[in-house]
């Protein structure tokens, strides 16, 4: 029986299919026919952790479906998510005289999901780009919604485009080989969505973490589909974050800062994410936007993932430089994202310094 599972994100003629199914690598290359059925040639883009596990036997599907490959092997991880790295990428793809008709394919996380989509946008003004996530946090978010970037020293992503992919092709059974700090931190984003838009979804989450943190094979694919469906469903509404996708950045404001401030080498984003998810509970109860107990019901999910939870201690003025770098602030206004209850998330563009350093104070 097949337990595929199949959502469309609806963006007119840029429209794509996000396609989850338990061993389905191996039918990525006919998959590609099926959407470039012109195309002849493809570059695959993995790193130096992905490639070894899964590089084979991509290029194995793709060249029985009779596609050319090329492939480029960058740097793991966040702190090769730079100019210097996407420079590399963009001097592959020169080399490689892709043309416009010619998709490039992300295999990997969301590092190389962002740099690839980055590099894509660029490259010839524009070429298709596949997303093949390789990790949770990649299969539940950054694979979806078209965020490309790479990071600069004064903030993360704050270099990109948005540029959606033409496929996300997800097969759930590539988790089996992924360490269990990145798993952990690819259920920080699940969290997420239960937090901004679904409270019955964040109740599942505490009921079931057990079978999650193991990969139950029918509930992995469920939440990953249930989040790829909300954020499918932000991003159609709002795809260049004029209003509602910005609720998707709960936990971001802070996390970023944490990111940038620990030089992208202390914490993956996930993990960040939660710290800053946590900070937002805080000042939402602070300000008296929430009641008393927020905070508290989300560090116990936390603390059933297994994930930090101890807020790292820098200045309010080190906080404040950080945060003032995000790319989501409207002018000099820093925007939180702040939460009412569990499911209801809102942004706030009335937070004042005071109300940083009273919330920095309290967690030293």
Sequence with gaps: MSHEKLYRLDLGDRAYDIHIEAGSLCQLGYAMRARFPKAKRCMIVSNTVVAPLYLAQVEGALHEANWDTQSVILPDGEVHKNMTTWTTLMDALMASKLSRTEPVIALGGGVIGDMVGFAASCYRRGIPFVQVPTTLLAQVDSSVGGKTAINHPHGKNMIGAFYQPQLVWIDPCVLQTLAIRELRAG???????????????????????????????????????????????????????????????????????????????RYLHGEAVALGTIMAARLSEQLGFAESGLEMRIRALYRNTALDVEIPTFTVSEWLDAMGHDKKNVGSTIRYILLREVGVAFVCDSVCDADIDTLVQSFQ
């Design 187 to 265: 259920i920080a984003e699940l969290i997420k969505y239960g937090l901004i838009r679904d409270a019955e979804f964040f109740a599942f989450l505490q009921r079931n973490m057990k079978g999650i943190l193991s990969l139950d094979a029918t509930m992995i694919a469920d939440v990953i589909y249930h989040s790829c469906r909300h954020k499918a469903e932000v991003v159609m509404a709002d795809e260049t974050e004029q209003g509602e996708r910005a609720l998707l950045n709960l936990g971001h404001t802070f996390g970023h800062a944490i990111e940038s401030m620990t030089h992208y080498q």
